[in-house]
């Protein structure tokens, strides 16, 4: 089969050609940051003044790792590395304690973006005749503005649906005969449930890809969405950190994601000793941007862990691959898309005195959504201090802030003190009973 590019020259680029240019853009985005008082303390606590400094690609090495810690205790300005007249858009992403990481965008940088998002989406197969339905959130998250500016630089007609009104959903894709949907997988699934309520069969629909991401799934949700939609489903990978989607995207060989190593310098590190894994071993992936300007990110750890593919792929596209997400390091879990720290359920609890000491999550999957059920313990003699009506109400008042907190909407249980079972030395506080393989 003859394979299409978008950007025929990037994507085929020989291998010492693509380092060479990545050493090039790593010496500039060294650069960069060093406008940024924390990588300028950092950087020249080791000799690195200037973007010269760095010899060869494994110089990278002596860069410590940027954390999401980091980013949060700079926030909000001091990860930007440019003018203030000189940015055009700003996107944070949710952390503990709802402390968010923000990143910046000059012009250039949503150009780059979009220019990667476009080539992704190409990679997949999509071309300018393609109907695009974004179905995800646009505002702060990266899935609705980054595929949408990816889409319409490729030239196909974009419905910007954004999330949630799951009927209304379906009609814009029979009305408007939509070819490609973006969507969590989650969520693809929930809509093809709603239209055989609706009795809108796939076969009367256009659909023929739908670009995944944003959540971990496994290859037999992929086959599962293939076979109830009869399309063709892709991977994409990324993080708001790195811009958002457009890091890494499956091509139409669908066996791993390629990861654009123009704009990505990719490492995968053992989340205990920091050390660089090899190739093929699964380890955490660690990434610096290369071509952007307002925030400028060094060896950023992203908690995922993935392996990085050995082989090369049948497309003749030279970036790495990388396996699926199989795990994150960290607590955070992913409902329908949202992430979610059991921090930021905590702070919202504990901060009512009728609660005890203990809770626990519990995810579910009610058909293809993900639910959310907290059990809280009251404090030791609750249920009798209090009455009926009067928990009744705590509980609709718990329910609307941890909605406000976290985005999903979750069933809040009250449970008698010392009813859940204790923890040893390691709480247990989140319950997954996705029943996924993730991997
Ligand atoms: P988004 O708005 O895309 O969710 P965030 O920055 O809020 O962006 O979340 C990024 C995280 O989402 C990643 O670090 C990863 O844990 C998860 N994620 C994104 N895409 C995938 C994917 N294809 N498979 C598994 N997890 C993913
Ligand atoms: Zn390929």
């Known amino acids: 089969m003859k394979v299409a590019y978008y950007d025929k020259k990037m994507e085929t680029l020989d291998r010492d050609k693509l380092e060479k240019l990545q050493l090039k853009r790593l010496r500039a985005t060294v650069d960069k940051a060093l406008e940024i008082e924390f990588y300028h303390k950092r950087l020249s606590k080791i000799g690195i003044l200037s973007g010269n400094d760095i010899c060869s690609l494994s110089d990278i090495k002596m860069i410590p790792y940027t954390t999401k810690e980091d980013l949060q205790s700079g926030y909000p300005e001091s990860f930007l590395a440019v003018p203030g007249d000189k940015v055009v858009r700003l996107h944070t992403s949710s952390g503990t304690m709802g402390t968010s ?15 990667l998002t476009a080539r992704s989406m190409f990679a997949a197969g999509a071309r300018n005749i393609d109907v695009f339905q974004n179905i995800n959130a646009y505002g702060l998250f990266t899935g609705g503005l980054g595929m949408h500016y990816g889409a ?4 196909m007609t974009v419905i910007p649906s954004g999330a949630g009104h799951s009927i209304k959903q379906i009609h814009l894709m029979r009305d408007f005969k939509t070819t ?9 699934l929930h809509l093809y449930g709603l239209m055989q ?4 069969s796939p076969a009367e629909l256009s659909l023929r890809k739908a670009f995944l991401g944003a959540e971990p799934y496994c290859e037999n949700t992929r086959d599962k969405i293939e076979k109830l939609l009869q399309i063709e489903a892709y991977n994409s990978y990324g993080l708001t ?18 990861v654009w190593e123009d704009a990505y310098f990719m490492e995968t590190i053992d989340p205990d000793t920091l050390k660089s894994v090899e190739d093929g071993q699964e380890g955490e992936l660690v990434f610096t941007t290369l071509t952007r300007e307002a925030t400028p990110l060094l060896r950023y750890r992203t908690r995922d862990l993935a392996s990085i593919y050995t082989d090369s792929c049948e497309c003749g596209r030279t970036h790495r691959r990388i396996s699926r997400i199989k795990g994150r390091t960290d607590d955070m879990f992913i409902i329908n898309g949202i992430n979610v720290y059991p921090s930021q359920i905590e702070a919202v609890i504990m901060k009512h005195s009728e609660v005890g000491t203990n809770y626990r999550v519990y995810i579910e999957k009610k058909g293809a959504l993900d639910k959310v059920i907290i059990r809280i313990e009251l404090f030791k003699g609750a249920v009798e201090k209090y009455t009926q009506d ?4 705590l509980k609709q008042r718990l329910t609307k802030e941890l909605t406000d907190a976290i985005i999903v909407n979750p069933t809040i249980e009250f449970w008698e003190a ?8 390691k709480a247990l506080r989140v319950i997954d009973d996705r029943n996924e393989l993730l991997w």
């Open 101 to 115: 990481t923000v990143i910046y965008h000059t012009a250039g940088d949503i150009d780059s973006w979009s220019a």
């Open 152 to 155: 319409e630089l490729l030239g």
């Open 180 to 188: 490609i949907v973006h969507a969590t997988p989650g969520y693809l």
């Open 197 to 200: 309520d609706l009795m809108i």
């Open 241 to 258: 950190e790195m811009n958002g989607p457009g890091v890494a995207f499956e091509c139409m060989e669908r066996n791993g994601m390629h």
């Open 390 to 393: 009067e928990l009744d109400r």
């Open 418 to 425: 010392g009813s859940l079972p204790s923890y040893g030395s």
